[in-house]
C-alpha cells in the first residue's frame, strides 16, 4: 500500500536506520562510538515510555523504576545464581511488567497531575529503599554504592564484549524492534482505543472500551521494553546504582526527549533522543565538570518552548514540511472538524 | 517509648508542619485559582533561600531582615512566570482543547532551569548563614523549642489567616475567589483575568520569598534543597485538599507529626518512605483531600 511506503515513519526512519547501520565503519573513536551508543539507547528508553504515555496521554515520570528493577535483577541473576545476561535481562523485564501491572491497575484511575505525582512517589519510594538498603533477605544490594558486574571471559554468553561495536549494534537492534512495536500498535485495535481514551476517556468507556485495561496492557509493554533497555545499560557500564538508574533525572530525561520530538508518534521519541542527548555529551565535552547543570538548562528551556511552540513535538513541523515537498500524502482529513463541534 | 520524648517529637513536628503549611500555601493558591500544579514550587522557595543567603553573605543582613527583598523579589519572579511563561499556554488552551499537563511540563521545564542554573553559579556546596540572633531554644514546660522554627511556625498560622481574610474582604482577593470559582463569568463582570492570575502567582511565590527567609537560619544550602519541599508541598495539599487555605495548614501540620513521631521509630530515610506512602494512600483512597476543596 503506498500509505505505508510514505508515511513519515518510511521517508524518514529508512535513511536514518541506514545511516545508523553504516556509522561504525566510519567511526572508530571509541568516545564517540559510546556517545552515539547513548544516543540510540535513550531514543530506545524514549520510544518505551512512548509506547503507554505518549499514546495514552498521561505523564508518567517514574519509569525509572522499571529500568531500575529490571537492571537490579539482571545482575544479581548473574553474580547470584549464573543466569546469563540474556536471560536474566527477560526475567527483569518480565519483573518489570508484573509491576507496571500491580502499580498501574490502581494508578490509572488517577488522571493528569496526581497520575504523575503518584508516579514519581513510587519510583522514589523504591529508589529510597533501595539506597538505604544493603541486604535483603540475603541479596547483596549494596545501598547507594551499586552494583558492579564482575569482568569474565568476553562473549555473547555474558554480555560483553572487546570495544563498544557490539553494544552499538545490540542498541540499534533493540531500538528497531521497539519502532517495529510502536508500528504494529499504530494500526492495532489496542492502539486505536488508546487514542479513543485519550481523546475523550467517558466517550470511549461509553463505546465500550475498557480504558484501564488497555492502558495497563500498554504499561505492561513498555514497562517489560523499558526494563530491557535498564538491563542493557547495566551490561553496557557493567554498574547500576540507585541514583543513576533510579533517579528522577532518568525519569524527566526520557520523557522530556518523547515529548519533545513528538509524543504519540513512531518516530518523534528517537528524533527527541536525536536533538537533546548530543546537547548533554557536548556541553560534558566542552565544558568538563565546570557547569554540571548546564545541559539540564539547556533541556528545561527547551523543553518549555517545545510546550509551548511545539505541543506535538518537532515532527510535526518536519511532517508539514516533507508534505509540502511532496514525500509524504497528506493525512486524510477528519470526518468532522472537531472545532466545530465543541461548544 | 518515654512520654516525654514522645512529647517533644509531637512539638516538634507541630513547629515544622506549621512552616511546611505556610510553604505549601502558595502551590494551593495558584492550583486553587489557575489549575497549575507549580512544579517549580520547590525551587522558587530555594531561589529566595539563596537570595536571603547572599544579603548575610555580602552585606551581612540577617535574613530575617532581607525578607524587605526577597517577598517582592519573588513576588516579580511569580508574576513573570506566569505573565510570560504560563499565559500563552492558558491563551491557547482556552480556545482549543484543553491539555492539563501542559503546565506541568512546561514548570517542570522551569524547575530544571532553575535548579541548575543555581548549581552551575553556587556549585554543588553546602552553604549556611550563622546568626546569633534569634537562634537558640526556649524552655517551655521543660521542653526545648527552638526559636527559629516556632517563627516559622507562626509565620505560616499567620500567613494562612492574613491570606483567609484577604480572599473574603478585599476587592483583589474576591477578584481571585470569582475566577477560581468561574473563570468566564468573573471575565463578564469585569474581572482582568490576566492580572488576576499574574497577582495570583505573585502572592504565591511571595509567601515562598518569606519562608526562603525564615528557613535560611537554621537549614543548609544547596541547589537541591528546594526539590524535598516541594515534595512535600504536593503531598500537605493533597492531605489538606488542594485549593484549601486552612486544609494547607492542617496537612502542613498532620505531615510534621507524622514525620516527627515516625521518625522515632524507624530511620529519618524509612520514615520519608512512609510519607510517600501516605502520599499514595491519600490520593488512590481520598483524592480530593481531607477538607475538600474549597478557596
Redesign the interface.
Known sequence: MSTSRRSITAVLGLPLLAIALVLPFFVQEAYLLHSLTMILYFAYMASAWNFVCGYVGQLSLGHAVFAGLAGYATVLLYTQLGWSPWFGMLAGGLLAAILAVILGYPNFKLRGPYFTLTTIAFAEIVRIWLENTDEFMGIPLKGAQGLVVPPSDLGWQVFQFEGKVPYYYIALAMLVIMLLATVVLERSRLGYYLKAVRGDPNGAAALGVNGTRCSLTALAISAFMTGLGGAFYAQFFRYINPERNLGMEFSIDTALMAIVGGQGTVLGPVLGALLLHPIAEITRAWFGGRFPGLHLVIYGAILMVAVLYFPKGVIAPLQQWLTRRGLRKPDPAPAIDVQEVRP | MDPLILLYAVVNGLLLGGIYGGIALGLSLIFGVLRV?NFAHGSFLMVAMYASWGLWAAFGWHPYASVVVTVPFLYLLGYFTQSV?IA??IR?EST??V????A???T??????L???V??GF??DVRSANVEFASGSLLVAGLPVNIPRLIGCAAGVLVAAALWWALRHTDSGRAIRATAQNREAAALSGVDIQRVYNHTFGIGAAILGLFGALLTPFLSLT?TVGQMFG?KS?LVV?LGGIGSIPGSILGGLLLGVFESVASQYV?A??A??FS??L??AV??FR?NGLLGRKI
Open positions: 500544579i511563561v500563552p499556554l491557547r482549543l482543547v491539555e492539563p499537563l501542559g506541568l511540563l512546561l517542570t521545564g522551569l524547575y530544571l532551569v535548579d541548575n542554573l548549581l552551575m556549585g554543588p541547589p515534595v504536593f493533597v530511620t530515610t524509612s520519608a518512605i510517600f506512602g502520599f499514595i490520593l488512590l483524592p
